[in-house]
């Protein structure tokens, strides 16, 4: 969580910036403003592309854990089978 918080920080901070440089730019209003508009639009793809690369690797991340819960719970209750068992030997022996 940390790490994409970091890279959604640099993002903006570059995001700023360079609005700031189109802003205090020698250019007509409609120019600065178009460019704005696309560097805005470039930006949000950025982000969204990023956001989607986390939210995916959050889900692959959180079925690998699933998985290997289940996993452990199923060889946890076959050794609790496995001990069951051995113990109704060992009573059926006294």
Same mark, same amino acid.
């Given at each position: 969580?940390?790490?994409?918080?970091?890279? $959604?920080?640099?993002?903006?901070?570059?995001?700023?910036?360079?609005? $700031?440089?189109?802003?205090?730019?020698?250019?007509?209003?409609?120019?600065?403003?178009?460019?704005?508009?696309?560097?805005?639009?470039?930006?949000?793809?950025?982000?969204?592309?990023?956001?989607?690369?986390?939210?995916?690797?959050?889900?692959?991340?959180?079925?690998?854990?699933?998985?290997?819960?289940?996993?452990?719970?199923?060889?946890?209750?076959?050794?609790?089978?496995?001990?069951?068992?051995?113990?109704?030997?060992?009573?059926?022996?006294?």
């Amino acid at each position: 969580m940390k790490a994409s918080s970091t890279i $959604l920080g640099i993002v903006g901070a570059a995001a700023a910036g360079a609005l $700031l440089g189109v802003l205090f730019a020698p250019d007509k209003g409609s120019n600065t403003r178009k460019k704005i508009k696309d560097k805005s639009k470039d930006y949000g793809d950025n982000i969204k592309t990023k956001f989607d690369g986390i939210v995916s690797t959050i889900t692959s991340n959180g079925k690998d854990i699933i998985e290997e819960g289940k996993a452990k719970f199923n060889q946890v209750k076959d050794d609790f089978n496995t001990v069951k068992d051995e113990a109704k030997t060992v009573k059926s022996n006294y």
